[in-house]
Nanobody, 115 residues
Framework: QVQLVESGGGLVQPGGSLRLSCAAT????????MGWYRQAPGKQRELVAV???????NYAVSVKGRFTISSDSAKKMVSLQMNSLKPEDTAVYYC?????????WGQGTEVTVSS
């Protein structure tokens, strides 16, 4: 059974940086898209950044220029480098993997940006 394991969340001051990582365990026929979503308290889950198998990336407007998504298909990993963090980036961040089967979600990792 395939699972996504996230790491890297935590507490950081405004202007600081964090790096999130997500690794898929188990056998996967093909990875089509990997990405990060986030959900702040009282808000809906939203897309942060995604990267396709061909390397195409897409970012939310609010994070463009500050966040960078990267992936290693051979290792079945996706990372999110977050720089210049703002209090409004505070949320639970979820990794998502799209493959020929049902979409997979990680358990979430909490990011808190506060002084």
């Amino acid at each position: 059974q395939v699972q996504l394991v996230e790491s890297g969340g935590g507490l950081v001051q405004p202007g600081g940086s964090l790096r999130l990582s997500c690794a898929a365990t188990g056998s996967i026929l093909r990875i089509d898209v990997m990405g990060w979503y986030r959900q702040a308290p009282g808000k809906q889950r939203e897309l942060v950044a995604v990267i396709s198998r061909d390397g195409t990336t897409n970012y939310a407007v609010s994070v463009k220029g500050r966040f960078t998504i990267s992936s290693d298909s051979a290792k079945k990993m996706v990372s999110l480098q977050m720089n210049s963090l703002k209090p409004e980036d505070t949320a639970v961040y979820y990794c998502k993997l799209r493959h020929p089967g049902p979409d997979l979600w990680g358990q979430g990792t909490e990011v808190t940006v506060s002084s």
